[in-house]
């Protein structure tokens, strides 16, 4: 673990959630990359070794301490909501010289508490427009970016499927957490209508399954146990960090059934990966997703459309190869998580400016 001390700290971006989650993904991304040209660091759990972290004791002892750079407050950098409370605590109740960001990234109304800390914050940053939409007040909107190397297509994706023992010679993945909201039930469905007419194609499902999400996981073992489908979708759940970009490269097409998301960090790595990817209609898919080059987009909670556009990709499997190597260009080109991180640098440097 790269560690650091705050009084040669400028940012701090806290991880303050006990369970591994998309945001935590974005964090263990984007911080390093920051790194590179800003005195920032995390704090928390599920934190790597290449990302510079502090312990909390130091927020709480040092906090008071002058940052560098001649800067008068530090920024704390939060994305959740009990990140912007403990935000909110140090400035008010300890007194601590900070200035409060908090990234939001869901789509759906707010509560009275989260509208409560979301006024106390000094900016408010989202990854898309579709989610800036829920927020009261300005927004400045800064995109995700992928990591190009940890997310890069295998130099023989049919070897790299070859390797995980599972039958036939391509992979059709959904990967997150597995809940309703994420939409797996519909991936599941699809693909019980859709790969007993495509023997070569098997279905790989991973993510955490959660025990208050147990009804949701027993209903979708029980519908692949009674359409006996049990060699064709493989539920493997959670798997551990560093595996997660093998199972990018092994597929060659990626399913995003999401029925609510505030970005939608998968297809973004799926494309980085080198794989085709179909994606509903929400978060940033239609941002991330070039319809008819690099994927298809089709409506949420729609299943018939799902199945129309995941169909011609199993039929005819040349058709992912060359989205895939489309969206490894887009991917390239135009989401890297380099320019996350200089957009997110220029923010802090803005409102360090401005206070």
């Given at each position: ?26 964090i ?31 927020v ?8 560098p ?5 530090r920024?704390w950098?939060?994305r959740?909501?009990d ?16 200035l ?8 759906r ?5 989260t ?21 009261e ?22 070897a ?6 599972l ?6 993945g ?5 809940r ?13 209508r859709?790969?007993p007419?495509?023997?070569?194609w098997?279905?790989?499902v ?12 027993g ?19 959670e ?15 990626y399913?995003a059934?999401?029925?609510n ?9 799926a ?8 994606a ?12 008819g ?8 909670d729609?299943?018939?459309?799902l ?9 005819d ?6 989205f ?14 380099a ?9 802090y ?7």
């Amino acid at each position: 673990m790269t560690k650091a001390d705050l009084r040669q700290i400028a940012a701090v971006a806290p991880n303050l959630h006990y369970r591994y989650s998309g945001v935590t993904a974005s964090i263990i991304a984007v911080v390093p990359e920051q790194a590179k040209t800003l005195a920032i660091a995390s704090v928390g759990p599920h934190l790597p070794p290449q990302v510079p972290r502090i312990s909390f004791w130091q927020v709480l002892s040092r906090g008071w301490s002058k940052p560098p750079g001649g800067l008068k407050r530090r920024i704390w950098h939060a994305r959740r909501n009990d990140e912007m409370l403990v935000g909110v605590m140090l400035r008010r109740v300890l007194r601590q010289p900070w200035l409060l960001i908090f990234s939001s990234v869901a789509q759906r109304k707010r509560t009275g508490l989260t509208k409560w800390l979301m006024r106390r914050m000094d900016r408010i940053v989202s990854p898309s427009e579709f989610s800036a939409a829920y927020c009261e007040g300005p927004v400045e909107i800064v995109h995700h970016g992928v990591d190009p190397v940890k997310f890069a297509p295998a130099p023989d994706r049919p070897a790299a499927w070859a390797e995980t023992g599972l039958p036939g010679k391509y992979g059709v993945g959904v990967f997150g957490r597995v809940r309703k909201q994420k939409g797996t039930d519909l991936f599941v469905e699809a693909m019980i209508r859709l790969l007993p007419k495509y023997p070569d194609w098997t279905a790989v499902v991973t993510g955490l399954m959660a025990a208050e999400e147990a009804g949701f996981t027993g209903n979708l073992k029980r519908r692949i146990s009674e359409t006996n489908m049990e060699n064709r979708i493989a539920l493997l759940g959670e798997r551990p960090q560093e595996e997660v970009p093998l199972w990018f490269r092994r597929i060659s097409l990626y399913v995003a059934p999401m029925r609510n998301e505030g970005f939608g960090l998968t297809p973004l790595e799926a494309m980085a990966s080198g794989a085709a990817v179909v994606a509903t209609r929400t978060g940033a898919a239609a941002y991330l997703v070039a319809e008819g080059i690099t994927g298809e987009i089709v409506p949420t909670d729609d299943l018939e459309a799902l199945i129309a556009a995941i169909e011609p990709f199993l039929a005819d499997p040349s058709r992912a190869d060359t989205f895939g190597r489309a969206g490894r260009e887009k991917a390239l080109t135009q989401h890297a998580l380099a320019n996350e991180a200089a957009a997110m640098n220029a923010l802090y440097e803005r409102l360090w400016k401005d206070s």
